[in-house]
């Protein structure tokens, strides 16, 4: 074998070398030196007059070495190796600080940057003592690129339930501990994935992680955790030995170590993909594998995610989903998606951030009772906005209705308005939120003005101790008095929506006159700060949560249009804005001579059709508030903003005190009996009628549910939209016991449009329809869900086949609800005979199943008789007229039951009974 010559080898470990003895250059030289290696011209070559650095120097050293050929190079290794044996290079390293201590240093410092705080910057709201509440994830290997065409905020809900079903049957819930684990194990290596929406808590998580690993003394992991949004300041082509270095300054001296020989223990987090604004190029950016090498900030993510730079490093990407995609599939080794808090999570959540049990009980009370609050509740950040709206403003929303003189008694006001409170929170009291009288917020836009209210009456400016009722009276005033300002931030946010902008700079803040006052501060954050390549200091912005922004939008619009004003004049100049009042004065003089009922009209039509062209699901949010505030009750949370109602002019929109005008409800119908309406939208209509608190929901239930109980609906197919309509309003029903859909001619992709409320039932009645193996998926989800409910299922002619039988004994593995499983008549054969002796071998709730007319034969029963000698809780199981071709009445061995097979030889007139001695009557 040839030996390599010792000027290749040099070449071939040079980065080692200059990163292994750069610091030992001197004394290296003066060896060199004296047995003539380099000389003194070279010498003063190498150093470079002094102004090279110590590494640069070495890199010159080689290049002069390899210059001269193989002898001065043969020298320089030998000199290396007495070197290493004399320990010179440890004992020369051993001037600095030991490893470990750095790694120390470096853990009290992450841990002190990461700790926890809200939107608005404070720890109030949050968890005390143990800040961070255990929220669910699912897990799948490879990555899972989502389709959107819901708010991000609806898709949580839903995809809490439907985890599985998104994942095709691989993924799995977990937990923070689980994720954990995985990344810091030595075996944690490649890229993995974590997505979820805004506010859905991935920056928490990312918190959390760096807490626990800094308290974790058996982790040999290095944290070194990056934002995407610091990443997007690097303008010029940096190194990332330089990055590491220049934001890690306490790991400096020992960078290069960690990245040579600790370069397998190194976990990189990089936080918010969403936010990066450098495009990222997998297929064409040249590759680099030198952490010295300058490169556009890009390319360095782009070699560092295909495993070209730093191989052996560990990388978390966190994103919002629809930035997933920026990474190829193929490049993800795994993939977690953040399903949000669970109803139990949730409860959690406000016992652990409201300062009394009592006050969280009651939160938690009302908010499991309502229902569309409950579902965004499974976002941390809507948690926390529905915590600070409630926890300060109970009283906030029931000041002005509070008996006369209760005004004076603030402890006795404060419990008036909780037991106000509590009782809207009583189970089993019908939700008609038409009906709603008393001064409770029952819709999300209500909780939203209420958490509006709460932040500029407690945040803004401060609160004293004691003078919270005080703060309470003065809320019109002080509403009153930020009025100017608050159109123009619900400008920029509007502005900001119709261009799907959600990060602004200071050029969008003075163009609408805000400056960093109090007020901005409450509701918008920095998000950018020092320019490091550029050493300029820049910054920019964001609302605190993308439904902020949605709800200021809407605010803006609304107010602008009830005053009269065109919600784009305020867009297109500031000058409105600048002068405010006068604007408005003329606005509304011009608006009253052009028919203002029909400027309002043609305004709030042109919002709502909006939300309905637009495919994406972006202004959905924005559509559901803006119905929300056009009902004069909601308006009046926010009592001297709206301080001139009713105007005149509007009498005649507003036939009730206590209803939303007619129009907007007649809007919102016409565009829900639109035949192009697809499915989300269809169902985003229903929410705002519900935000409206259209008193026709609850009659609009009843008759579909007359309509549904109707002989010989099967043959009228119902279409996608009207399952997702009926998914919603039976949200609303407190009655959810029975769903009898029974012959409606239900396709499996009209039952996923159910999947948000099938769990919540206890008997589903699915027989005779078309559900298959597709079908059978959703319902496997549903079994899943944790808050599943189930315990009569019955699919009896449902098409599952044996296929379907498998996917749903998925589902029935991990349920812990269903006693009362009917699916007979459904092919399942001697497959889906074996997939349901799996089920019986472990489940323990399983009493009764039926499964006539099956096509089984003896090897299924086989199955299913083994099966039984394991399982000692199922009472019943029915098999008439498969297809067993003996008489049998074995007594499996072990088994305590008795199991008849029942029939003769040849006949499909057979059947096995199992009877459980025990229970039987
Ligand atoms: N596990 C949790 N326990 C307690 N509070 C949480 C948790 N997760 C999130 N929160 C609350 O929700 C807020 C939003 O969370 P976070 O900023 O982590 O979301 P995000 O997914 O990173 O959002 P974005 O995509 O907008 O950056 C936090 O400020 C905190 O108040």
Request: glycine residues 6%; charged residues 20%; hydrophobic residues 40%.
């Amino acid at each position: 074998m040839a030996v390599e010559s010792c000027s290749v080898e040099i070449q071939k470990r040079r980065v080692e070398l200059v990163e292994t003895w750069s610091k030992c250059l001197n004394p290296l030289l003066d060896h060199l030196f004296k047995i003539g290696a380099v000389t003194e011209e070279d010498l003063s070559f190498i150093k470079g007059g002094g102004v090279l650095g110590e590494r640069d120097c070495m890199r010159t050293l080689l290049d002069v070495l390899q210059g001269r050929g193989e002898e001065p190079c043969q020298a320089f290794l030998l000199l290396l190796s007495n070197f290493e044996a004399s320990d010179f290079k440890t004992t020369n390293l051993s001037v600095k600080e030991p490893v470990s201590e750095h790694l120390q240093k470096h853990k009290d410092i992450l841990a002190r940057q990461h700790t926890p705080g809200n939107y608005l910057g404070t720890t109030a709201g949050l968890p005390k003592a143990d800040w961070f509440t255990d929220i669910t994830f699912s897990k799948h290997i490879g990555l899972q690129v989502p389709v959107h065409f819901q708010h991000e905020t609806s898709v949580v809900g839903d995809a809490f339930r439907a985890g599985r079903a998104e994942a095709r049957g691989q993924g799995e819930t977990c937990s923070f501990k689980d994720i954990y684990q995985s990344l810091l194990s030595d075996s944690g290596n490649g890229v993995a994935l974590l997505s979820g929406v805004a506010g859905s808590g991935k920056t928490t998580v990312i918190k959390r992680l760096v807490q626990e690993w800094a308290m974790d003394a058996d982790t040999q992991k290095i944290v070194l955790p990056l934002s995407f949004r610091e990443l997007s300041l690097i303008t010029i082509p940096q190194s990332l030995q330089v990055l590491l270095s220049d934001h890690y300054s306490h790991l400096k001296p020992i960078l290069p170590e960690l990245m040579t020989s600790k370069q397998g223990q190194i976990l990189l987090i990089l936080d918010g993909l969403d936010e990066f604004s450098f495009p990222l190029d997998f297929e064409r950016t040249p590759k680099c594998s030198d952490p010295e090498r300058e490169l556009p900030v890009g390319a360095m993510i782009v070699n560092l995610i295909k495993g070209i730079l730093l191989p052996d490093i560990a990388i978390l990407l966190t994103s919002r989903p629809h930035a997933v995609a920026k990474v190829p599939q193929l490049l993800v080794n795994r993939f977690y998606n953040v399903l949000g808090f669970s109803p139990a999570q949730q409860q959690q959540y406000f016992v652990q951030s409201c300062s009394s049990s009592q006050i969280a009980a009651t939160i938690w009370g009302f908010v499991s009772f309502h229902k569309p609050l409950q579902l965004m509740c499974h976002i941390p950040a809507f948690c926390w906005i529905v915590s600070t709206a409630l926890h300060n403003s109970t009283s906030c929303l029931f000041f002005d209705f509070l008996p006369q003189g209760c005004e004076s008694q603030t402890s006795a006001s404060k419990e008036v308005g909780q037991e106000q409170f509590q009782a809207s929170s009583k189970p089993n009291r019908p939700i008609n939120n038409t009906q709603a009288t008393g001064s409770r917020p029952v819709t999300i836009t209500e909780i939203y003005c209420c958490f509006y209210k709460t932040i500029l009456l407690f945040h803004v400016g401060g609160c004293v101790e004691g003078m919270h009722l005080n703060r309470l009276q003065d809320a019109p005033r002080v509403l009153k008095e930020t009025k100017a300002k608050l159109r123009c931030l619900g400008a920029l946010a509007f502005k900001g929506l119709l261009e799907r902008r959600f990060v602004f700079d200071y050029s969008d803040l003075t163009f609408f006159s805000l400056d960093g006052s109090e007020f901005l501060r409450a509701f918008m954050m920095e998000i950018l700060k020092e320019d490091r390549s550029s050493l300029t200091y820049e910054k920019n912005f964001q609302f605190i949560h993308t439904s902020i922004q949605e709800f200021l939008a809407a605010l803006y619009y609304v107010l602008e249009s009830l005053s009269g004003s065109d919600p784009f004049t305020g867009l297109k100049s500031n000058v409105g804005l600048l002068a405010p009042a006068m604007h408005m004065h003329l606005m509304t003089v011009i608006s009253k001579l052009r028919q203002p009922q029909y400027l309002l009209r043609r305004r709030i039509k042109k919002a709502l059709n909006w939300g309905e062209r637009h495919q994406s699901g972006h202004l959905d949010l924005f559509c559901r508030f803006v119905s929300g505030l056009l009902h004069p009750r909601t308006r009046f949370i926010l009592n001297g903003l709206f301080r001139d109602e009713p105007r005149p002019y509007l009498a005649s929109c507003v036939p009730l005190p206590n209803a939303s005008p007619s129009f907007v409800l007649q809007l919102l119908y016409s565009q829900l009996n639109s035949p192009n309406l697809s499915p989300e939208r269809h169902l985003n209509v229903c929410h705002c009628l519900y935000e409206a608190q259209d008193p026709g929901l609850p009659q609009r239930l009843q008759a579909w549910l007359k309509l549904l109980s109707q002989e010989g609906m099967g043959q009228c197919t119902l279409a996608t939209r009207d399952w997702s309509e009926l998914a919603f309003l039976l949200q609303l029903s407190p009655d959810l016991q029975t769903l009898n859909l029974d012959a409606q001619g239900l396709s499996a992709e009209g039952l996923r449009r159910l999947l948000p409320v099938l769990p919540l039932f206890s008997t589903l009645r699915l027989a005779q329809n078309p559900l298959g193996p597709e079908g059978a998926e959703v319902l496997s989800v549903a079994l899943q869900s944790p808050d599943c409910h189930i315990e009569r299922l019955w699919v009896v002619s449902t098409g599952l086949g044996c296929e379907g039988a498998r996917i749903l004994a998925e589902g029935l593995k991990k349920n812990h609800t269903v006693f009362d499983l009917r699916m007979a008549i459904n092919n399942i054969g001697d497959i889906g005979a074996a997939s349901l002796a799996e089920v019986l071998k472990t489940n323990h709730t399983l009493k009764d199943i039926r499964m006539r007319d099956n096509l089984m034969t003896d090897k299924g029963a086989e199955h299913l008789k083994s099966a039984l000698m394991e399982n000692t809780t199922l009472e019943f199981l029915w098999l008439f007229d498969n297809k067993f071709s003996k008489e049998d009445a074995k007594k499996p061995k072990n088994s305590h039951r008795n199991i008849y097979l029942v029939g003769a030889a040849g006949s499909e007139k057979s059947q096995i009974l199992v009877k459980n001695p025990d229970k039987q009557t």
